[in-house]
T-cell receptor
Framework: ETGVTQTPRHLVMGMTNKKSLKCEQH?????MYWYKQSAKKPLELMFV???????ENNSVPSRFSPECPNSSHLFLHLHTLQPEDSALYLC?????????????FGPGTRLTVT | GQNIDQPTEMTATEGAIVQINCTYQ??????LFWYQQHAGEAPTFLSY??LDGLEEKGRFSSFLSRSKGYSYLLLKELQMKDSASYLC??????????WGAGTKLIIKP
């Protein structure tokens, strides 16, 4: 247990569906992240939030929409996804942005788009 | 561009020693991290280097040479449970983590 939880753990959705991924951290951290992990590729940073403000959006398509209602919760809303969006989506948190401290990861949501 | 290189896959024998290399080219440097990721699980933190030299933590050690843009993770007395992917990541000048694709380590009895 890393103190970061994600739900659901597995999700299968059609290209016309709308779904949301949820992340919660119990570590009192101020920064939260969404990553995409595809097989044999580096982790791709999607979004970064610091104190509930989005500070980074790495050219992610608009069909992915993040939401951070407070410093403990992070959502990723999904809409009209493509099959190439199938991947493991990881949430992480850290004490702050400009610090050397490591990031703590949740177990991920395995997403399959059919 | 920014780049992290590490071998795709390595195989080693139980009880032996293995060294996983990582080379990097990034915009600035604010530390290098190693993470372990078992299949289907979250990456977990192993080590952090910001100064040159060797950091030892039990069976695992990590080395850094900033002038060479090079690090390695050394695993001693390998156990079957060490079979996992090992991810190298560097914090750049903006404190963003730049990730390698990971090295899949296979341990054979």
């Amino acid at each position: 247990e890393t103190g970061v939880t994600q739900t659901p753990r597995h999700l299968v959705m059609g290209m016309t569906n709308k779904k949301s991924l949820k992340c919660e951290q119990h570590l009192g951290h101020n920064a939260m992240y969404w990553y995409k992990q595809s097989a044999k590729k580096p982790l791709e940073l999607m979004f970064v939030y610091s104190l509930e403000e989005r500070v980074e959006n790495n050219s992610v398509p608009s069909r992915f929409s993040p939401e951070c209602p407070n410093s403990s919760h992070l959502f990723l809303h999904l809409h009209t996804l493509q099959p190439e969006d199938s991947a493991l989506y990881l949430c992480a948190s850290s004490p702050g942005l400009g610090e050397p401290a490591e990031q703590y990861f949740g177990p991920g949501t395995r997403l399959t788009v059919t | 561009g920014q780049n992290i290189d590490q071998p795709t896959e390595m195989t080693a024998t139980e009880g032996a020693i293995v060294q996983i290399n990582c080379t990097y080219q990034t915009s600035g440097f604010n530390g290098l991290f190693w993470y372990q990721q078992h299949a289907g699980e979250a990456p977990t933190f192993l080590s952090y280097n910001v100064l040159d030299g060797l950091e030892e933590k039990g069976r695992f050690s990590s080395f850094l040479s900033r002038s060479k843009g090079y690090s390695y993770l050394l695993l001693k007395e390998l156990q079957m449970k060490d079979s996992a992917s090992y991810l190298c990541a560097v914090k750049d000048s903006n404190y963003q983590l730049i990730w390698g694709a990971g090295t899949k380590l296979i341990i054979k009895p």
